[in-house]
């Protein structure tokens, strides 16, 4: 009978160390998941301005061949805050007599040209510093489909993508130019 009871003692002490060794890995992973989470957050923030990291050296190039101008500053995630109220440009170029809002999405879509153009009504208002400056709105991304290509040239925006991946190009200059 001593023999049992030793053997049931036994087997509570081994039930109470996996308890308790349970209880650490528990808090273990639960420290594991709140730093991959943490991790995961960081890639996703990094992914959502790469697209503005791989347009941003494009810019003056490209401003320069289509708007024959020289960009005299070129700044990527400008945020400005008003009363209350908050106001980002992705990329923000100014020349001596223009200044070019572009707005860069990642996965763009028919329905952010909406949102692109909301913006021009604001963009004074939260820049003063360049109402004496013609404000030019260009849209970015890596690839653009053709819906959305023409949805943007009805709405007289520029786009600015990779052509045939080679190099970074306003994809409708010249159908938004025809009558200029």
Request: one cysteine or more.
């Amino acid at each position: 009978m001593q023999a049992v009871e030793e053997r049931v003692t036994s087997l509570e002490r081994e039930v109470e160390e996996l308890k308790d060794e349970m209880s650490r890995f528990k808090t273990d992973m639960e420290a594991y998941r709140k730093e991959i989470n943490k991790q995961w957050a960081s890639i996703a923030n990094k992914m959502g301005t790469l697209d503005e990291d791989l347009i941003a050296p494009a810019v003056r190039p490209v401003l320069n061949q289509y708007f024959k101008c020289e960009p005299l500053s070129v700044s990527i995630r400008n945020l400005r805050q008003k009363n209350d109220n908050s106001f980002e440009v992705d990329v923000l170029a100014a020349s001596k007599d223009k200044v070019f809002m572009i707005e860069v999405k990642s996965s763009p879509k028919s329905y952010h040209v909406e949102q692109v153009l909301e913006k021009v009504d604001l963009f004074y208002d939260f820049f003063p510093e360049y109402k004496d400056k013609e404000l030019i709105t260009i849209f970015a991304s890596i690839i653009f489909s053709e819906d959305v290509i023409k949805h943007a040239t009805n709405k007289h925006l520029y786009l600015m993508a990779y052509r045939e991946w080679e190099y970074m190009d306003i994809l409708n200059f010249d159908d938004l130019n025809k009558n200029v």
